[in-house]
């Protein structure tokens, strides 16, 4: 079955705690993204990486890094989480590059707080 | 001015009704203009993609686009319980960049 598969699911955790939200994807998309999502705020992008090695800044990078070591992983880092990045997450991915996506697959999301 | 903007609803309407759902965006160079659904703890879905003015219909989802006045709306027929969920609007602009909309969230009440 073609997904993307994001753990964990739920993620509670305190200021300051390195953490890892892994993001995979079994239909060899050059595409990848993460985005976070906040009431009133919508989707924001945070990370975008258009294939192997090559990532870029969204919207929202501060606090955050990315690496794409690989074509099907995609992992986000908090170096030193704060509450501010309290939020649902996602990954998404696509067979293009956003100019032209068709579709963005997403994953079920991370709901992660911060203590 | 947010690039993208929809009202935050709730839209409640009766089952059967159509329900119309509606968008704004400011780039005037967007060309590609998306809606997806996202049920209340779920990730979005992609139910429609529109290009061109006009129309464009799929099944009981309508899309239709006005890059003249830069707004793009959805419509369901037929309307029925399942269909509740946040719809947001998403807009390719001029940079290529895909932007999101805060999203409406739609209640269909038997």
């Known amino acids: 079955e073609a997904q993307v598969t994001q753990n964990p699911r739920y993620l509670i955790t305190v200021t300051g705690k390195k953490l890892t939200v892994t993001c995979s994807q079994n239909m060899n998309h050059e595409y990848m993204s993460w985005y976070r999502q906040d009431p009133g705020l919508g989707l924001r992008q945070i990370y975008y990486?258009?294939?192997?090695?090559?990532?870029d800044k969204g919207d929202v990078p501060e606090g955050y890094k990315v690496s794409r070591k690989e074509k099907r992983n995609f992992p986000l880092i908090l170096e030193s989480p704060s509450p501010n990045q309290t939020s649902l997450y996602f990954c998404?991915?696509?067979?293009?590059?956003?100019?032209?996506?068709?579709?963005?697959?997403f994953g079920s999301g991370t709901q992660l707080s911060v203590l | 001015q947010k690039e993208v903007e929809q009202n935050s609803g709730p839209l409640s309407v009766p089952e059967g009704a159509i329900a119309s759902l509606n968008c704004t965006y400011s780039d005037r160079g967007s060309q590609s203009f998306f809606w997806y659904r996202q049920y209340s703890g779920k990730s979005p879905e992609l139910i429609m993609s529109i290009y061109s003015n006009g129309d464009k219909e799929d099944g009981r989802f309508t899309a239709q686009l006005n890059k003249a006045s830069q707004y793009v709306s959805l419509l369901i027929r037929d309307s029925q319980p399942s269909d509740s969920a946040t719809y947001l609007c998403?807009?390719?602009?001029?940079?290529?960049?895909?932007?999101f909309g805060t999203g409406t969230r739609l209640q269909v009440f038997p």
């Open positions: 998404a991915s696509s067979s293009q590059g956003s100019a032209t996506n068709e579709k963005l697959f």
């Open positions: 998403a807009v390719i602009n001029n940079t290529d960049k895909l932007i």
């Open positions: 990486s258009m294939n192997v090695e090559v990532t």
